[in-house]
């Protein structure tokens, strides 16, 4: 009999978790009554039928609970794991990232990036650089050039001011697209186009600043340089992954005044010109956030996805993908291939302290 309570609490969790992973099985059950009852149960029949066998097979001694817990894990992760299973996952760990120490700037490259150079790593789609930048108090990368790509900096800790080259230190204003202090959360997004020239400065007296910088292909050359900074609140991140960046809503045909207006396909991003969206999210131990492919908001719907899981705890941090097996650690991403627009990728924290994790989605 415990057995098969056992089998019918693993049948039950692996249904329960196929219907939450598929939005069309989910919403064509919701449509008919009596099913869509049935749907809404389920989460309560898999807790209700797992305690059951628990609390009826458990000895003073706890063994056999102990035994059963491992099973349903594992159960659960398979079942994760076989929602995706046409996507290919690869390990990107931190130790096959460059990495240059020049005392002001600690940084680490994904990709190849100045002086540092893998072929195997040298774009993943229209993504083409993802760095882990450390700067320390009063330096910075001073007045340069850019152009012809989609660059911004996620802001991890610290301060980090952002000064167009036209600007004199002193006559600023106040905070603007051209100008502005950057704390956590914040994100600064530049469009180089035909040619724009800024600094990046960490103007903290004492402080060390924490960025990813980001730079993806834009889908034409020669746009109208422009910046766009917004921040994003702690709080939503920590509800699931809240979206960034989302291609500009007219499109490579869009007219000067659209560029102007510079509407994203999604309220509340940043538009950038690429078939690109981005996301973060901040995800405690033991739960799992999941990203939708394509967030409703791409043109291609054969897509790939890197994500990326910041240095932030101290080694704490930890992450699983699709339930697979390889556990990411600080520093490590993956590149998430052969996904569909509209697949639901787990991400699913493991480790000890809160992962804040960056999903790049790109075609």
Do not use: C
């Amino acid at each position: 009999m415990q057995r098969f309570i056992l089998a019918l609490s693993l049948f039950v969790a692996s249904i329960s978790i196929l219907i939450y992973n598929s939005s069309t099985l989910r919403d064509l059950l919701h449509s008919i009554p009596l099913v869509s009852h049935i749907v809404s149960l389920i989460p309560i029949l898999t807790t209700t039928s797992t305690s059951t066998t628990l609390a009826s097979s458990a000895p003073a001694t706890h063994t056999h609970q102990e035994a059963v817990q491992p099973m349903l894990k594992n159960a659960v992760k398979t079942s994760m794991a076989q929602t995706l299973q046409h996507a290919k996952i690869s390990k990107h760990a931190s130790s096959t990232r460059g990495h240059s120490d020049h005392g002001w700037l600690n940084t680490y490259h994904s990709f190849s990036f100045s002086d540092w150079y893998n072929p195997k790593f040298n774009n993943f789609g229209s993504l083409r650089v993802l760095n882990e930048d450390r700067v320390k108090s009063n330096s910075g990368f001073p007045t340069h050039p850019h152009r012809d790509f989609e660059i911004f900096s996620y802001i991890l800790s610290g301060e980090l001011t952002h000064r167009d080259s036209m600007l004199k230190k002193g006559a600023e204003g106040g905070q603007s697209d051209r100008f502005y202090r950057m704390h956590r959360g914040d994100v600064q997004f530049t469009t180089g186009g035909t040619g724009i020239a800024h600094s990046e400065f960490n103007e903290h007296g004492s402080d060390t600043v924490h960025f990813l910088q980001i730079w993806a292909l834009p889908w034409a050359r020669g746009l109208t340089p422009r910046y766009h900074t917004r921040h994003f609140s702690e709080e939503d991140k920590r509800k699931g992954f809240v979206p960034i960046l989302s291609p500009l809503k007219a499109g490579r045909d869009a007219t000067a005044e659209q560029e102007k207006a510079a509407e994203p396909t999604l309220p509340d991003t940043i538009p950038i010109h690429a078939d690109f969206v981005m996301g973060a999210g901040i995800i405690a131990p033991g739960s799992t956030f999941e990203w939708t492919v394509g967030a409703k908001a791409t043109e291609a719907t054969k897509r790939k996805v890197f994500v990326h899981l910041p240095m932030t705890k101290g080694g704490k941090a930890k992450i699983r993908i699709a339930g697979r097996d390889d556990v990411l650690e600080e520093g490590d991403g993956a590149f998430v291939e052969a996904v569909n627009a509209g697949d639901k990728l787990a991400v699913e924290s493991v480790g000890e302290a809160d992962a804040e994790v960056v999903v790049l989605d790109t075609a």
